[in-house]
T-cell receptor, first 108, second 111 residues
């Protein structure tokens, strides 16, 4: 089995700054997904990028995928305090694997 | 409208007890999952069912038994609970494109 591994484990920034989180994985995938988890709540799906895509945008989110390096990045632009959460990447090679997440804190 | 619901939200019980966690989804998805999230926030898949049939069964103790009475439900029954079973358990469902929708989680504490 494989899992996405997020980096850094924790990130603290000021409101308005950009936040970049990275994810690495080990084997071939069908797609990679990013999720957000607010403290004490369930996971919320953010964005899915397929293995034949290199970049995808959704609102203030930008995801890149480099299958040659087996890595992905999630960029949140113009961060807000409400973006404070844990962010998980998950890879799909027929079943889902999650990493331990990046804890993002956005200070007002 | 609730998409994926789990009950109970919190469960505190003694070692050795048998307990069940229920999961229901109203999204019409064919596939449902159970995940365990440990204290380090790492999520690990336990089971996956597709149309009531087991398709993933990771290496979990056979004290854990999933039961799917129909496509919209996947319940998790745990026998002889142990301290190490304490965790948050997430149920999820997905359509064919594998975009998963998660329930709010059930925090299980074994004393």
């Amino acid at each position: 089995s494989q899992q996405g591994e997020e980096d850094p484990q924790a990130l603290s920034i000021q409101e308005g700054e950009n936040a970049t989180m990275n994810c690495s994985y080990k084997t071939s995938i069908n797609n990679l997904q990013w999720y957000r988890q607010n403290s004490g709540r369930g996971l919320v799906h953010l964005i899915l990028i397929r293995s034949n895509e290199r970049e995808k945008h959704s609102g203030r989110l930008r995801v890149t995928l480099d299958t040659s390096k087996k890595s992905s990045s999630l960029l949140i632009t113009a961060s807000r305090a409400a973006d404070t959460a844990s962010y998980f990447c998950a890879t799909d090679d027929n079943d889902m694997r999650f990493g331990a997440g990046t804890r993002l804190t956005v200070k007002p | 409208d609730t998409a994926v619901s789990q009950t109970p939200k919190y469960l505190v019980t003694q070692m050795g007890n048998d307990k069940s966690i229920k999961c229901e989804q109203n999204l019409g998805h064919d596939t449902m999952y159970w995940y365990k999230q440990d204290s380090k926030k790492f999520l690990k898949i336990m089971f996956s069912y597709n149309n009531k049939e087991l398709i993933i069964n990771e290496t979990v103790p056979n004290r854990f038994s999933p039961k799917s009475p129909d496509k919209a439900h996947l319940n998790l029954h745990i026998n002889s609970l142990e301290l190490g079973d304490s965790a948050v358990y997430f149920c999820a469902s997905s359509s064919r494109v594998n975009e998963q929708f998660f329930g709010p989680g059930t925090r299980l504490t074994v004393l």
